[in-house]
């Protein structure tokens, strides 16, 4: 089984050497590493090339984008592995995961999406988030799963579709609840996947992720009076978030 990665980045200099050696340290037999650059106008090119001539980095592109989605899509259509997964430049993925990734497809189908834990950092702390049960009733709150932490068959994307590039943040949560809808199976693997760095866009302003997901769930046809429920919830904890 063949296992592509993306690497999504912006000016990425001070960070994007990690997210790299996490990925090429892998021992990951049958490994596509795929990075699309924004058009970054620091030192993030030297080093993609640097790699990219070294053999440790399959294919690249660099150039303005339509967000986040869009770099998403792009990697995703140059990728020619059986399963990808998504791993943005600040983040990393832990010690030995993709083999276990590959390990758990072996002799099966790709027809599944692998997720598992997240580990946040943030100002220096760390927390294990897990997936949240149940995800056919959490999406009606938010994202049931954590991205850096998902393995999906390109077949999936065929299935589903790619990621919507109307959004800015919930671009993920969007996926996720159409795969649902399709009947797409998550199957959890019980591992810690990524260290997520916690300080990306969607944390950093809540609000309009949260009037995504809202927007999302409209579009996607779930239920107006919980979505909006749930929505309001999220609103007054974040006011009050504010206050203290």
């Keep these: 089984m063949k296992l592509s990665i993306i690497t999504v980045c912006l000016n990425s200099e001070k960070t994007i050497e990690k997210t790299m050696e996490s990925v090429l340290t892998q021992g990951c037999p049958q490994l596509e590493y795929i990075i699309v650059d924004g058009g970054s106008t620091d030192g993030t090119l030297d080093i993609i090339k640097r790699e990219?001539?070294?053999?440790?980095?399959t294919k690249y592109v660099s150039g303005k984008d339509k967000g986040i989605a869009d770099a998403?899509?792009?990697?995703?259509?140059l990728s020619s592995g059986d399963v990808i997964g998504i791993i943005n430049s600040d983040d990393q993925y832990?010690?030995?995961?993709?083999?276990?990734?590959?390990?758990?497809?072996?002799?099966?189908?790709?027809?599944?999406?692998?997720?598992?834990?997240?580990?946040?950092?943030?100002?220096?702390?760390?927390?294990?988030?897990r997936p949240?049960?149940?995800p056919h009733i959490w999406k009606y709150v938010d994202?049931?799963?954590?991205?850096?932490?998902?393995?999906?068959?390109?077949?999936?994307?065929?299935?589903?579709?790619?990621?919507?590039?109307?959004?800015?943040?919930?671009?993920d949560?969007?996926?996720?609840?159409?795969?649902?809808?399709?009947?797409?199976?998550?199957?959890?693997?019980?591992?810690?996947?990524?260290?997520?760095?916690?300080?990306?866009?969607?944390?950093?302003?809540p609000r309009e992720c949260h009037r995504e997901v809202l927007r999302s769930q409209m579009e996607n046809g779930l239920s107006k009076p919980l979505c909006y429920?749930?929505?309001?919830?999220?609103?007054?904890?974040?006011?009050?978030?504010a206050l203290f």
Excluded: W
């Design 72 to 77: 998403f899509n792009k990697g995703i259509l």
């Design 143 to 171: 994202c049931p799963f954590d991205h850096p932490t998902l393995f999906v068959p390109k077949s999936i994307y065929e299935k589903v579709g790619l990621f919507n590039t109307g959004y800015r943040f919930a671009m």
């Design 52 to 57: 990219l001539a070294a053999g440790h980095v």
């Design 94 to 129: 832990l010690p030995g995961i993709l083999k276990k990734v590959v390990d758990l497809y072996a002799g099966t189908r790709p027809d599944f999406i692998v997720h598992g834990n997240m580990i946040r950092q943030r100002q220096g702390l760390l927390k294990r988030i």
């Design 229 to 241: 429920l749930t929505f309001a919830s999220k609103m007054a904890i974040n006011r009050l978030k």
């Design 173 to 205: 949560y969007d996926f996720y609840v159409r795969a649902l809808a399709a009947g797409v199976e998550f199957r959890y693997l019980k591992e810690d996947v990524a260290l997520f760095s916690g300080e990306g866009r969607s944390g950093q302003m």
């Design 132 to 134: 949240r049960p149940f």
